[in-house]
């Protein structure tokens, strides 16, 4: 079982400049779900998936984010335009209904 | 909102020790989970408790649940440097399938 996979590990990038985070869920979880690390705020939910569709974006900081989940295997989190306060530990996580979460390592994001 | 509070924040032991720490949530729930981070790695599940039960083991961890105090402790037996994590507690509320996390607890062992 390959784990829940995202990409990139690691971003630093400008503020102003868009970025495009990427999680591959387990085979088979219908759950996947976006947070956002930081030690001020601790472990955020970002926004939440079943079987593809958005169920609750109410975590969801400001309209510069948005996610999209095209398929079963894949879920984008974007951020345009970046700030710098937005520099944080990005988690992605997916479950089957009896499971609990796994979570991929995360996007360490620093906006310069 | 954060609906689990660990405590204490920060715990240092020594290798052989048992580290127990503690979690308090608000409102009602359906289950509380235990979650251990490495540093730079994401969450692992540890264990899950449901709201009916009232301890519970897995190995070298006892969870035990009181929903009159709304409050959980973790135990860890004979604690090993590998042990040196960040523990989290989450609360689902079975409302939705969303967890909340508490801020976590920095556990350090010395070995």
């Known amino acids: 079982d390959a784990g829940v996979i995202q990409s990139p590990r690691h971003e630093v990038t400008e503020m102003g400049q868009e970025v495009t985070l990427r999680c591959k869920p387990i085979?088979?979880?219908?759950?996947l779900f976006w947070y956002r690390q930081t030690m001020m705020r601790g472990l955020e939910l970002l926004i939440y998936?079943?079987?593809?569709?958005?169920?609750?974006d109410s975590g969801m900081p400001e309209d510069r984010f948005s996610a999209k989940m095209p398929n079963a295997s894949f879920s984008t989190l974007k951020i345009q335009p970046s700030e710098p306060r937005d520099s944080a530990v990005y988690f992605c996580?997916?479950?089957?209904?009896?499971?609990?979460?796994?979570f991929g390592d995360g996007t360490r994001l620093s906006i310069l | 909102s954060q609906q689990g509070e660990e405590d204490p924040q920060a715990l240092s032991i020594q290798e052989g020790e048992n580290a127990t720490m503690n979690c308090s949530y608000k409102t009602s729930i359906n289950n509380l989970q235990w979650y251990r981070q490495n540093s730079g790695r994401g969450l692992v599940h540890l264990i899950l408790i449901r709201s009916n039960e009232r301890e519970k083991h897995s190995g070298r961890l006892r969870v035990t649940l009181d929903t009159s105090k709304k409050s959980s402790s973790l135990l860890i037996t004979a604690s090993r440097a590998a042990d040196t994590a960040s523990y989290f507690c989450?609360?689902?509320?079975?409302?939705?399938?969303?967890?909340?996390f508490g801020k976590g607890i920095t556990l350090s062992v010395r070995p």
């Open positions: 998936f079943n079987n593809n569709v958005p169920i609750d």
């Open positions: 989450a609360t689902d509320t079975g409302a939705n399938s969303k967890l909340t």
């Open positions: 085979s088979g979880h219908d759950y």
């Open positions: 996580a997916s479950r089957s209904t009896v499971q609990p979460q796994h």
